[in-house]
């Protein structure tokens, strides 16, 4: 399993993006239990945890996008988004697109985390 993320940028406060993650590998059928999620890392080295998906299609975001941000898939395409609206100043970071997936029977399994490369979002007051 490959992640590519895309679609970071320079924005200017109250604007928005819309960040990407293209999925290679067999994550998106019909049997996979996973967990889709955006996580970022702050200028001061901080990672945070920004929005997340079940397989089920689940959602949920910390208090300080909730309303703002919006995560969404396509598994046609293997597709993962991340739509940043009235962005801020301190939404600035690197962000990264993760997958973890349940792997194995349903006796005997472990979770694993697939991780792409980062997108840099620079918003700008």
């Known amino acids: 399993v490959q992640l590519q993320a895309s679609g970071g940028g320079l924005v200017q406060s109250g604007g928005s993006l819309r960040l990407s993650c293209a999925v290679s590998g067999s994550i998106f059928t019909v049997d996979s239990v996973y967990v889709l999620r955006w996580f970022r890392q702050t200028p001061s080295n901080q990672r945070e945890f920004v929005a997340g998906m079940t397989s089920r299609g689940m959602t949920n975001y910390p208090d300080s996008v909730k309303g703002r941000f919006t995560i969404s898939r396509d598994n046609a395409k293997k597709m993962v988004y991340l739509q940043m609206n009235t962005l801020k100043p301190e939404d600035t970071a690197i962000y990264y697109c993760?997958?973890?997936?349940?792997?194995?029977?349903?006796?005997?399994?472990?979770?694993?985390?697939?991780w792409g490369q980062g997108t840099l979002v620079t918003v700008s007051s």
């Open positions: 993760n997958v973890k997936q349940k792997q194995g029977s349903d006796t005997d399994y472990e979770w694993i985390d697939y």
